[in-house]
DNA sequence: CGCAGTTACTTGTTCGACCAACTAACTCCC
DNA sequence: GGGAGTTAGTTGGTCGAACAAGTAACTGCG
């Protein structure tokens, strides 16, 4: 077989994606959605730089999420008072009224995942994705620094 | 932490995404096609239905993903010759000239991914990923026959 | 034979994600 | 103060990926 973790890498990563969006659904959220309004309740309006970078995506990519999540309804976007370029992303009420299912769609994936594995299995995996995290992160930026 | 795994998941696999389009960019494909011609380089001209079932996506993505490398000159489609309905999908010159340095590129990718990881590492990360990607197939599904 | 149902592929639409190029605003330093 | 350089966000384009809906061709059964 030819590089099989590679393989499963993007099968583990396609699938795990369809199952989120399967779950996110029913709530109106799109997978990628979610994790910009877990970050926006666990930590308060934030500019679109924190949040780009705390998700580690494209500021383009954060644009267009915001963009989409402001258009639902579950997010508002206020002009910083400090900097007049910036902009902070907060949750809405329609936004926070989503937030108990999401958590519990979110147990139900980690759930779904790891179904069968034993604790010890999924320390295992978890460190070993984070060591592989760290591996594809220094290759992707360049440098050790940022990862 | 909140379902770490879940996060870790989705973070390998974007940045997995993103080196495999770096070393990939060079030779003019992008990360999801070098899988189409792996899969006709070893399994010669198929049909777009068992590139599907292989590759295991969408016959729509895999419509367009043909419809681009027929585009770019490294596919061609003939008429299957037995159902007007198919298409037999086949590597052209150009395409085959891109082999070596795919398995190359996806080798390297192999390395930088599992840069670190002893033996032993690898093959449990392996085994855990083939059941973790079990689970999410059979929910996918809604069965484990397909998985 | 001919119609019903299935299968193979296509197209439209939406979304995440990236890169590249751009604007507007801030900063720093002469 | 004012220009050079940087930073924040946006827009245009492209691609993978999925779903939904559609067309054309095959299959099976009455």
Known sequence: MTSPVNT?????ARLHR???AQ???E???HPGQE???M???DHGPQ???ALSEALDVDASTLTRTVQRLEHAG???RNRCSTDGRAWEVESTKAGLALRERVLAAWDELEKITLNGLSEAEVAALSSALARVEGNLCEFARGSVETC
């Open 27 to 29: 709530m109106g959220l």
């Open 74 to 76: 579950f997010v508002r």
């Open 35 to 37: 994790l910009l309004m």
């Open 18 to 20: 369809t199952v989120a």
């Open 39 to 41: 970050q926006v309740w």
């Open 23 to 25: 779950l996110l659904r």
């Open 47 to 49: 500019r679109q730089s």
């Open 8 to 12: 499963q890498v993007i099968r583990v």
